[in-house]
């Protein structure tokens, strides 16, 4: 009985033991953001996650099973500075000025303009290099985009700029990481009703209008972009990186 306990217990110690999958998502802004719906997916597939936000206390609330942190690029980058066992990241932060959502881009603001860029693109530039220098079993890295990176959507003119940077980030990132074994790539979600979703003049209508011209006749979900997320966070996109992986019902296909 003793030799036989023994050999069990050798046999558990060769099995290859569960590695810890903890990820980062940064830029939750409120409850209805799909950065949530990202974490609740990872949570729920066993991942530990890191929510940041610029107001953690309202987060704490609707997200207690997350750690949430206070992040406001640039002033505070702290919420980064001990974590040192991510294998994931999700970039989830985009802002501009809503005043002149209504302008075009002819109206916009110099200083909106780089603002929104810094903060919507150059912010995952920067977090990512802090991330990957205090990570080294970082695997994954994911950035969320919009179809206005590559087609004019009404009211999205700068963020549009911003989100184009941030595609071509994606895949510059995913160049100069690939011999760190670190995959980069983004998911370029449908027009999901979101809190940042009032940057469009209308969306009801804009809503509306998209998900009549997608293939599947309908929007698509937050759950739908978090699955897709955690695919490519998982070892099962591992051969993947520099893709921009569309979840809009093949919107993107069709004439806006």
């Known amino acids: 009985m003793a030799v036989s306990r023994a050999l069990e217990t050798l046999f558990e110690l060769r099995k290859p033991q569960p590695k810890t999958r903890k990820v980062l998502v940064a830029g939750v802004s409120s409850k209805r953001s799909l950065g949530l719906a990202i ?8 991942w530990e996650t890191v929510l940041t936000t610029r107001r953690p206390e309202r987060l704490a609330l609707v997200a207690p099973h997350h750690e949430v942190r206070h992040l406001d690029y640039p002033d505070d980058m702290s919420a980064i500075d001990d974590l040192s066992d991510l294998t994931g990241m999700v970039f989830c932060l985009a802002k501009t000025d809503i005043a002149d ?30 991330v990957q220098r205090r990570n080294p079993n970082l695997r994954s890295v994911v950035a969320l985009t919009f179809l206005g990176g590559e087609r004019v959507v009404p009211g999205y003119e700068v963020l549009g700029v911003a989100k184009a940077a941030l595609e071509h980030s994606v895949r510059a990132l995913a160049s100069e990481l690939g011999h760190e074994n670190v995959r980069v790539n983004g998911v370029s979600a449908g ?4 809190t940042s979703s009032r940057v469009l003049p209308d969306f009801r209508r804009v809503h509306e209008a998209l998900s009549r011209q997608s293939f599947l006749r309908r929007g698509v979900t937050a759950e739908e972009v978090a699955g897709a997320t955690a695919y490519l966070l998982s070892e099962q996109s591992g051969g993947t990186t520099g893709e921009i992986l569309q979840v809009n019902g093949g919107l993107r296909h069709t004439v806006l």
């Open 39 to 46: 974490g609740e997916h990872m949570h729920q597939s066993g």
């Open 101 to 130: 959502k209504d302008s075009g881009l002819l109206g916009v603001s110099e200083e909106n303009f780089l603002k929104t860029i810094s903060t919507s693109c150059y912010s995952f530039i920067a977090l990512v290099r802090e």
């Open 191 to 194: 027009a999901v009703p979101t």
